[in-house]
Every structure is written in structure tokens, then in C-alpha cells.
T-cell receptor, first 114, second 113 residues
Framework: AQSVTQLDSQVPVFEEAPVELRCNYS??????LFWYVQYPNQGLQLLLK??????LVESINGFEAEFNKSQTSFHLRKPSVHISDTAEYFC????????????FGKGTRLSVIA | DVKVTQSSRYLVKRTGEKVFLECVQD?????MFWYRQDPGLGLRLIYF???????EKGDIPEGYSVSREKKERFSLILESASTNQTSMYLC????????????FGPGTRLTVL
């Protein structure tokens, strides 16, 4: 079975400052890793994912995440945040073999302060 | 665009009532999922389905059942609603393997009084 730990439940940050949202996972098999975002009063949507290959993956709105197998981590970063990045961010994992559901972390609420 | 719709955005029910939450997806996805979302607990999987008439228990199936009679529709049933089932319920669908994106509906906020 897989599990995900998001180390911070809330992260306040000033606009244009950098941010890192931490995610660690546990699994005895190879995994796929995902970050989903939930903007206020909206549904969840995929931000980025790691399947294989390059360990650094990027989203279209400037976020990036790096898969670190030795540290079992998949931290999300952005060098300069905007007010519009205020949202809840969920890290998720699934086994890379078969057709398995995603397992989600408890979420990190990012609040960007003007 | 993939669209996942849920029958109600807000729902208020009384303790002991039978509650049906409906989810429909329009992209011929094989897989469908029901989660509940609670503050500080994230998303927890209730049930999922890989195909019509197939269902698998998730992490918290107690007090819930599901039905999938057609590929596009996945229903969550609360046989006898209780106050601890007050929550946001999210439906999702996905095509094929776990490498694909899960698409989520807008959610149903259920309050059980």
C-alpha cells in the first residue's frame, strides 16, 4: 500500500516570494506521483505529474516538482508566487503497475499575502 | 473537455434518511471513484469501480454502498445517513491506468442534521 505525508497543513507566504510545499511518500513498489490543486470553491485539477524519466517536472503556471527516490519526496516549488496561487494543494501517489486509485495526502493550504 | 457532473452542489438530509449521490462522466472512462473530503483529513477513498457492475472498497466504505449500472454513471448511497457523514463528496473518473489524470466533479456538500 502507498501513503503520502504532507508536512505542512498551512503555508502563508508574501506575494512574489518563493514557496516550497513538502510531500513525502511511502511505497514498497514503484510509483507515479501527482500534485493536484483546488482553488477556492472549485474542484480538484491536475497541476503536474511524474511518471518516469526526468525527475524534474513543470506545470504551465510556473510550479515545478522534483522526484527524489532516495528521500521518497516530491516537493512542489515556485520561485515567485502570485495572489492567484492561493489554493489547497494535494500530493498524491499510485502504484505504477496495474490500475490503482490515487492515494492523497491531507493537503497544504497555501495563502499568498499581498 | 472531460466533464464530471454531480447531481447536487448542496444537500441537506436528516439522520436516518437514505441518500443518493449521483455522478455522471461524459468521456467513456472505465474508472470512477468516490472520495470524501474533510478539513485536515484530505481526500479519503470510499469506493471505486473499474467497470460496469464492478466495485471495490476503498479506505472508508463503512456506511456507504455504490451502484454502477451504466458506464457513465456511478452512484454513492448512504443507506441510513448519520451526522458523521456530513462532508464534501467528490466524484472522479479516469481512463485506463493510474498514469492518467483523474478528473473531478465539483463536489456535493452534504449536511446531515
Amino acid at each position: 500500500a502507498q501513503s503520502v505525508t504532507q508536512l505542512d497543513s498551512q503555508v502563508p507566504v508574501f506575494e512574489e516570494a518563493p514557496v516550497e510545499l513538502r510531500c513525502n511518500y511511502s511505497s514498497s513498489v514503484s510509483v507515479y506521483l501527482f500534485w493536484y490543486v483546488q482553488y477556492p470553491n472549485q474542484g480538484l485539477q491536475l497541476l503536474l505529474k511524474y511518471l518516469s524519466g526526468s525527475t524534474l517536472v513543470e506545470s504551465i503556471n510556473g510550479f515545478e516538482a522534483e522526484f527524489n527516490k532516495s528521500q521518497t519526496s516530491f516537493h512542489l516549488r515556485k520561485p515567485s508566487v502570485h495572489i492567484s496561487d492561493t489554493a489547497e494543494y494535494f500530493c498524491a501517489v499510485s502504484a505504477s503497475s496495474g490500475n490503482t486509485p490515487l492515494v492523497f495526502g491531507k493537503g497544504t493550504r497555501l495563502s499568498v499575502i499581498a | 473537455d472531460v466533464k464530471v457532473t454531480q447531481s447536487s452542489r448542496y444537500l441537506v438530509k436528516r439522520t436516518g434518511e437514505k441518500v443518493f449521490l449521483e455522478c455522471v462522466q461524459d468521456m467513456d472512462h472505465e474508472n470512477m471513484f468516490w472520495y470524501r473530503q474533510d478539513p485536515g483529513l484530505g481526500l479519503r477513498l470510499i469506493y471505486f469501480s473499474y467497470d460496469v457492475k464492478m466495485k471495490e472498497k476503498g479506505d472508508i466504505p463503512e456506511g456507504y454502498s455504490v451502484s454502477r449500472e451504466k458506464k457513465e454513471r456511478f452512484s454513492l448511497i448512504l443507506e441510513s445517513a448519520s451526522t458523521n457523514q456530513t462532508s464534501m463528496y467528490l466524484c472522479a473518473s479516469r481512463k485506463g491506468g493510474s498514469y492518467n489524470e483523474q478528473f473531478f466533479g465539483p463536489g456535493t456538500r452534504l449536511t446531515v442534521l
